[in-house]
């Protein structure tokens, strides 16, 4: 069983009926009775499921895969699926008031916003090689500081913009700008519309 959630987050998104705990009993009894070993994405999400012993396995990143940032497209990238069902785990509130006035571009499977996800791999590296700088939010209660896209992202050599988050893995004013005060932020998405070697520098 292999734990890429955080049951935090579905219960958030799914409004659960069940109680936190009835969960941490029934995957327990669940796991038992089938004989199942359960790895994790992190640490986080192993241990909302109630489970604190298993292995993590971090997120793998192809760095030969992904690379050949230019950055000549001053707008900013965000790749996310269901970005709307998912608000309270991905932080929208703090994201919309982020990219108010921003130009930005959204790739994934977003049906109810009527975008479709990159045409397969190659073109989404297309994305993020020609995309000026990413965008990341999450909140802290639901989701880590990081998701594959954003992996993805810094390896292609994209400096990420991004909420403030325990578990973040920019490190801010050296490979992104990261804070909780969205006229900061902006103020530093300005600088990198307009300065692509800041940008290069940061992704770099």
Partial sequence: LIIHSSLDGLMATQ???????????????????????PVAVSSMKAASWGITDCPVIPFYIDTDFFTGYTGE??????????????????????FNQLVTGVE???????????????????????????????????????????????????????PVVC????????????????SDDTDYLRGQIRLLESNLDLAQRLGA
């Fill in 15 to 37: 409004t659960a009926t069940y109680t936190r705990a009835d969960i941490h009993r029934i995957v327990q009894a669940y796991l038992n009775l089938k004989s199942i070993f």
């Fill in 73 to 94: 497209l001053p707008r900013g990238l965000r790749v996310a699926n269901q970005l709307l069902e998912k608000a309270q785990v991905l932080d929208l509130a703090f």
């Fill in 104 to 158: 930005w571009d959204l790739v994934g499977y977003n049906p109810s916003l009527g975008q479709k996800p990159a045409q397969g791999l190659t073109a989404l590296r297309d994305e993020y090689r020609r995309h000026r700088y990413y965008l990341h939010t999450a909140a802290e209660q639901y989701e880590d500081g990081y998701n594959t896209a954003s992996l993805e992202a810094m390896a292609t050599g994209m």
């Fill in 163 to 178: 909420n403030a988050h325990s578990s973040n893995v920019v490190i801010a004013g050296e490979t992104g700008f990261v």
